[in-house]
């Protein structure tokens, strides 16, 4: 069985289906990508995901668990978002910190974690410093870290590197990709890139208007798009 399901999902906002009867599965230390356009489903897909929207029907399970009416923090989800809404008045390590604070871990593990992450992460000498003296993409990487540093079964990503110039953003999946096999993480990656979703995914599942238009693997979906709809969006690389 696969490690995440996604059976069944259907979603309306006010009388508007949004996502129609979608079913997806996703295997350990799987990187998927969810890629479409703009107000396809992406977003509400991973949030129902993550527990953050409730579905109408539809079944979520994680790690043979059903999960639908768990709620988000009992789910083993990290989630990084594209603002990386980092905690202005904490330097990066007590950003990084802040998670494992909460759950009482002991001091010195966290210490321990914490600096590992930032090694990862490669921000090495800016423990001390704010958010708002890092760049963008400094800050990408320190909400990465904080989301990592809890080792969440299944890492949600929703857009992170959209808000930030090219070759940071190219510097960045590179970081993803690698952090992402060195801690075998199954991570769900939503973007509109179509250039991202195929440098750095497993395997992508292509959305339009809240249906799959195609899933496979990078390479098989560009050479052969299953429809019309795929063939134009893959062929518009921005
Ligand atoms: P994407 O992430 O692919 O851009 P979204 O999942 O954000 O798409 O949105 C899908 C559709 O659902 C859009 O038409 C959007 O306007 C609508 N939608 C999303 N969230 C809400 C909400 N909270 N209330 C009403 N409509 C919403
Ligand atoms: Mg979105």
Redesign the pocket.
Known sequence: MSYVTIENINKS??D?Q?LHNLNLAFEEGEFVTLL?P????????LRILAGLTTPEAGIIKIDGKDVTNVKPKDRKVGMVFQSYALFPNMTVEENIAFGLKMQKMNKEVIAKKVSRMIELVELKGKEKAYPRELSGGQQQRVALARSLVTEPKVLLLDEPLSALDAQIRKNLQKLLRSLQQELNMTTVL?THDQEEAMAVSDRIYI?NAGHIAQEGKPHDIYTRPANEFVARFIGNYN
Do not use: A, M, P
């Not at 703009?38 to 897909?45: D, E, N, P, R, Y």
């Open positions: 906002f006010n508007q949004v479409g703009s107000g396809c489903g992406k977003s509400t897909l939503v959305l």
